[in-house]
């Protein structure tokens, strides 16, 4: 194996492998790109090794991208299940301390070995250094490094077979979180209306106010048997027909104020166009629609607006964000001024920027670094993961900060963070399976047993509170096990069962609070015994 010490050949070798393993499925089921890290752990029992920071960079890459994604729907996420996911966060880590504590003190396990067994159970690396800070022990060490291989196997598996073994269909999890999102952002539909009610004849537009009155948009008129974009000042003249987009309650006002509906096809003349444009010019980002002003300054109507796969209406002040696909009705005239300040370029958003990705890089790491202390009790800090992601998702949140732009395209950023996570599996997997059997041959399986113990029992526990009494999505519950028990390797899993961002929200929800009480515990228990 003396080839294998060529550290890129060892690193290429073994995501290749993985991936030829992970492709495999057997009833359905596969480990996709977790696969690397059974792979790795078989070259770290042959001796390969790989360079830790290859590690911390694919970490990094892999974190930092996921509250990139997370960050716009986080805080949304948080407001409507926050409470629910904090309560399924603390079960999984006050039942993986209580657990630590029944080792300690009924099964005579050294309480720097159990600690560590608990840190490493949660894959958390926060959690060990402040295992080994509270025991002043190397043992905690010890501890960390026999639970962690199934830490990270347990976790993998558990979402793996999950819906496999309750029969719970991904597609049909997958529609429901799809059809909850779209009805908190209600859907975008349209409708024809004729002018009949006497209160809006021979009134303008502008008068009427019906957008402000009704939240509906009057995209075409006709009159007279000719079709056209309006304007402000058009006037409506009985009998006309208009047609309006909208949601569903924004369309029954609009029947109420103007008229019945109609099945009358409202055809624009040869002078017309409906067509889609592309956000992907940097300085938009953040501008509200209001001071665009497309009806003024273009004689264009936008009739809706696409943002990640959801409708939204549009208002003078949705702002706006790189990727926006805006339906917009106007004269043929019109169009390649609106593409040139929209941008509508589709190879732009293939394009990354690399300054704000490592600028933001760098901020998260400041961030986790930074040390707050609560007297002389113990002292806490986001660590790597914590400050990075926290980052991450503000700055996603925020979108853009002077002509800094810190978001990236969708693709761009499932790039890099597939790159991240193969770097961060193939040593993860590596180092663990250097000492795997040299741990085993020391302690025996006891450590082992309750290493996964702590694993597997809190993720059951959770997992059937959830289904019980919060009724949670599948893809929300899994993301939250993954984001209680810090499992990094646990979210690729399951990343790469769904489209939807759903595991990837309720994981950036909890795992700040998770890292927070299991440090908490672990102050906690250094001081029981």
């Known amino acids: 194996m003396e080839f294998l010490n060529a550290t890129y050949l060892a690193l290429f070798l073994i995501i290749s492998i993985g991936f ?45 991208t996921i509250g990139l994604q997370a960050g716009p729907g986080f805080f949304d996420s948080f407001k409507e299940n926050g409470k629910n996911l904090v309560i399924i966060a603390t079960i ?21 070995i159990a600690i ?44 793996k077979l999950y819906p496999k073994l309750f029969k719970i269909n991904i597609d049909k999890e997958e529609a429901e979180y799809e059809k909850k999102v779209n009805g908190i952002h209600d859907i975008i539909t349209r409708c024809n209306f004729k002018v009949e009610n006497e209160g809006v004849i021979d009134r303008t537009i ?20 000719e079709a056209f974009v309006p304007k402000k000042e058009t006037v409506l003249h009985k009998g006309d027909y208009i047609r309006v987009v909208g949601t569903e309650d924004a ?10 509906k109609s099945d009358i096809e409202i055809s624009l003349g040869e002078e017309f166009v409906v067509q889609s444009y592309l956000v992907t010019k940097t300085e938009l980002v953040n501008k509200t629609l209001g001071e ?56 732009q958003l293939s394009d990354t920027n690399f300054f704000p990705l490592a600028l933001g890089i760098v901020i998260g790491i400041l961030v986790g ?22 980052v991450a998702m503000v700055l996603g949140r925020i979108g853009k900060t002077g002509n800094v732009l810190w978001v990236m395209s ?36 006891k450590l082992f047993l309750i290493g996964g113990l702590i694993t597997f029992v809190p993720m059951v526990l959770a997992a059937i509170v959830a289904r019980m009494f919060f009724k949670i999505n599948i893809l929300t519950l899994l993301g939250t096990l993954t984001g209680s028990m810090t499992s990094t390797p646990g979210l690729a899993a399951l990343d790469t069962m769904t489209k939807t961002d759903a595991p990837s929200l309720a994981y950036a929800t909890v795992y700040p609070i998770a890292m927070v009480l299991l440090i908490i515990c672990t102050q906690i228990l250094g001081l029981l015994f």
Request: no cysteine; net charge positive; charged share 15%.
């Open 410 to 445: 969708g693709n761009s950023n499932q790039l890099l963070r597939q790159f991240g996570l193969m770097l961060f599996l193939a040593v993860v997997g590596t180092n663990a399976g250097a000492t795997l059997v040299e741990t085993y041959s020391q302690y025996g399986i």
């Open 92 to 112: 999984v880590v006050f039942s993986a301390a209580f657990i630590t504590f029944l080792s300690i003190q009924f099964l005579e396990i050294d309480k720097s």
């Open 20 to 64: 030829i393993i992970g492709n495999i499925k057997i009833k359905g089921i596969s480990l996709d790109i977790s696969a690397i890290i059974f792979v790795a752990l078989l070259f770290g029992h042959l001796g390969v090794s790989l360079p830790d920071i290859l590690q911390k960079i694919g970490l990094i890459l892999f974190i930092y």
């Open 292 to 347: 665009l002003n497309f009806k003024v300054n273009y004689n264009a109507t936008i009739t809706r607006i696409r943002r990640s796969g959801i409708d939204l209406s549009p208002n003078s002040t949705l702002k706006l964000q790189i990727g926006d696909k805006l339906m917009i009705s106007s004269y043929k005239n019109s169009v390649s001024r609106i593409s040139e300040l929209l941008g509508d370029n589709k190879s």
């Open 251 to 260: 369309l029954k006002r609009v029947e109420l104020l103007i008229g019945p």
């Open 369 to 390: 670094g930074v040390s707050i202390a609560f007297g002389d009790a113990f002292t806490f800090n986001l660590g790597l993961t914590g400050g990075v992601l926290i």
């Open 116 to 159: 560590g067994l608990m840190a490493g159970a949660l894959t958390s690396t926060p959690g060990l250094a402040t295992a080994i800070d509270v025991t002043q022990s190397s043992l905690a060490s010890i501890g960390y490094g026999i639970a962690y291989p199934f830490g990270v196997i347990g976790v993998i598996l558990f979402v």
């Open 206 to 225: 502008d008068d009427l106010q019906i957008r402000a009155m009704t939240k509906g948009v009057v995209s075409r008129v006709l009159h007279n048997s």
